[in-house]
């Protein structure tokens, strides 16, 4: 960020972190408030990144426990770091300068689903795939799928502005959340948004609120907006010979007047990785994964089908509308990021995103920067949107140097194509360096401006983008 961002909070002294905890559990009761060995499994999420532990952990459950433990964290000038599910990529919800982890995942509970309002009122530690469940037993459908919806939470959604392969048609999590119920980090208690579909009065302080990883307040309840259940459903792998013709397929599908739901791609490397888990055929190099709902999907699974009969790209397709056979096709997706951790030590995932007609061009830069760098990668993602996320790959730390070369050029290469450091993970420690790159000083002023409005004193979650190493740097 930039000068213009408040100064940084004086650090807090030991014997002030000793008494900021004394206040919260005098606060709280004993139970919420965890040290020790059992603040280790909220201690870390899904990223790679070291961290520091903690002073402690709260195990908030309910509004009143987010204000006062916001509030005493103020008081004491003590960081606060609010995590979810703690599934995030990029370490947004780690204590980088210790501090308190606030956990919501026991506020959760679905408070409603209306049929009649088509919308949805949960709480932040709700399991996105519970949601899904609880919907389709109504007939109804919530669109945001990431990948890790069988362990993510709403909370850790909103913050994030989380996405997934249906993101190309529906849109990610921002375009579904009507309302957010906050505990800013000054303490205040805001309802923003609600129920309506409609809402012309302000500033959308639900959206600015959305993706803005847990550095403004703490999401206590959420309203999000639902559509009658889709009636069918069809997906379709299609195996190319090659990632430019995979490339090329897309393309087609989407000049021919198509609209995918979701429109995924597995380039040749990734196939390999999956190779030994999945029949590959004869020729399949590269994947695309299709898939349509709405009604009448026979008539597009035949119009599909007539067109790519006709593409020299195009090796073997397999549709089906049967939930089992879909679910089986997306499992190869899904079971990407595991497949890859056991093909190598070490590896880090990006998700850049640039305009979907310099996807391809982006392909080229990811080879070419492998090679440069001699570093081993693959990638895969929504080719619908141009979200693309790059896994580079590597065993022995000496290799460490050529490796953060290369993931310097692959951001530098994405913004200089028009495109964005994340299209669904977020920044959170992982690409700061590269903030001000994609962001004017302008833009990075305004942005620290609402920052110091929503956390004065600058407790919520330190040394992210909103305000880099700056807050508590010597906490």
């Known amino acids: 960020m930039t000068d213009a961002q408040q100064a940084p909070p004086a650090t807090s002294a030991p014997s002030a972190t000793r008494a900021a905890l004394r206040a919260l559990t005098a606060a709280l009761g004993p139970s919420k408030v965890a040290t020790g060995d059992a603040m280790l499994p909220w201690s870390r999420d899904d990223s790679p990144y070291p961290s520091p532990l903690p002073d402690a952990v709260v195990h908030a459950a309910s509004e009143d426990d987010v204000q006062t433990t916001i509030r005493i964290a103020n008081e004491y000038n003590i960081p606060v770091v609010p995590r979810a599910g703690g599934t995030g990529r990029t370490g947004a919800a780690l204590p980088l300068h210790g501090g308190i982890i606030l956990a919501t995942d026991s506020l959760s509970g679905i408070e409603e689903i209306s049929k009649e309002d088509l919308t949805a009122v949960v709480r932040p530690g709700v399991v996105l795939g519970d949601l899904h469940a609880a919907c389709t037993e ?17 909370g850790g959604n909103v913050a994030t502005n989380a996405g997934g392969p249906r993101a190309f048609l529906y849109g990610s999590t921002r375009s579904w959340l009507l309302g957010v119920d906050v505990i800013t980090g000054g303490g205040e208690r805001l309802v923003l ?48 010979r090659s990632d430019p013709g995979a490339a090329a397929v897309a393309a087609t599908i989407l000049a021919a007047r198509f609209s995918p ?3 995924e791609f597995l380039d040749e490397r990734t196939v390999d990785v999956v190779r030994g888990e999945l029949v590959v ?47 089986a096709l997306w499992g190869v997706r899904r079971a990407l990021s ?22 391809g ?8 920067i492998g090679e440069l760098h001699r570093v081993r990668h693959l990638t895969y993602g929504h080719a619908g949107d141009g979200n693309l996320h790059v896994n580079f790959l590597w065993n022995d730390e000496d290799e460490k140097p ?74």
């Open 361 to 368: 061009a982006l392909l080229d830069d990811v080879a070419r």
């Open 281 to 327: 055929p004869e020729g399949g190099r590269a994947l695309l994964i299709a898939e349509f709902d709405g009604e009448g999907v026979e008539v597009i699974a035949e119009r599909l089908g007539n067109l790519l009969s006709g593409l020299p790209d195009v090796c073997v397709v397999h549709a089906a509308v049967d939930p089992s056979r879909r679910e």
């Open 138 to 154: 109504m007939g109804l459908f919530y669109p945001p799928d990431p990948s890790s919806l069988g362990t993510c939470m709403l």
């Open 193 to 240: 948004g609600g129920k309506t579909r409609k809402r012309s009065s302000g500033y959308e302080l639900s959206q600015l609120f959305a993706g803005s990883e847990g550095t403004l307040g703490v999401a206590t309840r959420i309203t999000l907006k639902l559509l009658p259940k889709p009636p069918e459903t069809l997906t379709v792998a299609i195996w190319c």
């Open 338 to 359: 595991l497949a890859t951790r056991r093909v190598t030590r070490h590896k880090i995932s990006e998700d850049v995103v640039v305009p979907r007609g310099s996807a």
């Open 402 to 475: 050529r490796v953060d070369a290369a993931l310097d050029a692959l951001f530098r290469a994405t913004l200089a194509r028009g495109g964005s450091l994340s299209g669904e993970h977020g920044i959170g420690i992982a690409k700061v360096p590269w903030f001000a790159a994609e962001h004017s000083a302008t833009s990075r002023a305004l942005q620290a401006a609402h920052k110091a409005a929503w956390d004065p004193k600058g407790i919520l979650n330190p040394g992210k983008w909103a305000g880099g190493d700056r807050n508590h740097r010597e906490c």
């Open 261 to 263: 739901a979701c429109l």
